[in-house]
């Protein structure tokens, strides 16, 4: 059955993979996200020149094969900024999902189309990818579940990289149930024991919310906090979340030129306002600045890791603000997304687990709260948020 696509989320509604008729997933209906292979078609990655100079994929990536084999019927693709390199979910070439909890403002990105078709009911879940926030944001955006896990716990094959040393495969759900259960079918390795008594508020994440939102949101984190056996509040990044926000940036832009730079340089793509000028700036990372990077990362994961433990969780924003408004100047964004970053910028550094839940609202327009738990501890975080929500 195709999906009637009434929020501008698919890319492609046509392209059906049934799943077996057993399963912990079956009978229910999942999207991928424009940048998940499926055999014979085109990955077009949010861009049309992408899209004119690959060849059709030869297998279906790993993910989507699991998913259909749980019992899952996937039922298209949807959008995504361009090249996946985007937190905003608007694109020249193929417009924007409607969110449909706030329809006058951005679903958020990479992950649209994923967001939006899950929000609006079009799915019952969807895949999407998560290097910089890419899943967590856009679930934010429009008010429902979404897992950003740990880096290396879901297969890559047959997904378009972007940064490899952040990218992740994250889903979005209705409901933490259906979110744990697409967990227990994609996530992949031995996870870490853990049980989590512990919460830690991060204090410097709160400081960057919008004033508007600092009453919901701190009111949504007390109550999260409360279930749990010891408080603290204290800041979570040493060096602070501007170096951290920075050094991220250069760590992915660096990557990004690596996968893409050749292809750039060679196509000329058209790129839309802001995508074009982060994808130049990318082209003028040096190997220097990608070394002090890495060698800052690699203080702040260690001492981040040995804080949290495998009985702590970070109590955070998912995000700084409600979802902006469509057509907001790019300037603007621009400015709003590296407030965003310093938030998402905790779980990408240090490869940690973060699920996001539909906590809180302003005006009747949602923001997710977040928890994040240390690497390995993803089945233990998909259990306490379903417990939370009991």
């Not at 939102?213 to 009111?219: D, F, I, N, S």
């Not at 951290?244 to 030129?257: A, P, T, V």
């Given at each position: ?11 492609n ?11 912990p ?37 790993t ?18 900024d ?10 020249v ?26 929000a609006?009911g ?39 990289p ?17 979110l ?5 079918v ?95 700036w ?9 070394l002090?990077?890495?060698r ?60 996001t ?21 993803d ?12």
């Amino acid at each position: 059955m195709v999906v009637k696509d009434t929020l501008q989320a698919f890319f492609n509604t046509e392209i059906t993979l049934p799943g077996l008729e057993r399963g912990p997933l079956a009978g229910l209906r999942f999207a991928a996200k424009e940048a998940f292979a499926v055999r014979g078609q085109i990955t077009g990655a949010g861009n049309p020149d992408w899209l004119g100079t690959h060849a059709p994929a030869v297998r279906t990536a790993t993910v989507i094969d699991r998913l259909c084999q749980a019992g899952a019927t996937m039922t298209g693709k949807t959008h995504t900024d361009e090249l996946m390199y985007g937190l905003n979910g608007e694109n020249v070439h193929y417009g924007t999902p409607i969110n449909p909890r706030a329809p006058g403002r951005i679903p958020g990105g990479s992950s649209s189309g994923s967001a939006a078709a899950v929000a609006g009911g079009l799915v019952d879940f969807a895949i999407g990818t998560d290097t910089g926030g890419s899943v967590r944001i856009p679930a934010s955006y429009c008010g429902i579940y979404g897992f950003r896990p740990s880096h290396g716990r879901t297969d890559l094959d047959g997904v378009i990289p972007l940064a490899q040393s952040f990218d992740t495969v994250g889903w979005f759900a209705r409901s933490p149930e259906l979110l744990r259960t697409v967990g227990q079918v994609v996530l992949r390795g031995r996870p870490t024991a853990s049980r989590f008594t512990r919460a830690v508020i991060a204090s410097d994440a709160v400081d960057l919310l919008e004033e508007y939102l600092r009453r919901p949101v701190e009111h949504a984190i007390r109550r999260l906090a409360a279930r749990f056996a010891v408080v603290q509040e204290h800041p979570v990044a040493s060096g602070g979340l501007d170096a951290w926000m920075e050094s991220f940036r250069i760590l992915q832009g660096y990557e990004i030129w690596q996968n893409f730079g050749e292809w750039i340089t060679a196509v000329q793509p058209r790129f839309g306002p802001g995508v074009r000028e982060r994808f130049q700036w990318t082209g003028t990372i040096s190997p220097e600045d990608r070394l002090r990077a890495f060698r800052l990362q690699q203080g702040w994961t260690a001492e981040f890791r040995e804080r949290l433990a495998s009985d702590t969780v970070v109590i955070m924003p998912t995000a700084p603000g409600v979802a902006p408004v469509r057509n907001t100047p790019t300037a603007v964004l621009n400015a709003f997304r590296d407030r965003v970053l310093r938030l998402t910028a905790i779980s990408g550094l240090t490869g940690s687990p973060q699920v996001t839940i539909p906590l809180a609202e302003w005006e009747g327009i949602p923001v997710g709260v977040s928890l994040v738990g240390a690497p390995g501890t993803d089945e233990a975080l998909l259990d306490t948020a379903a417990a939370l929500a009991r």
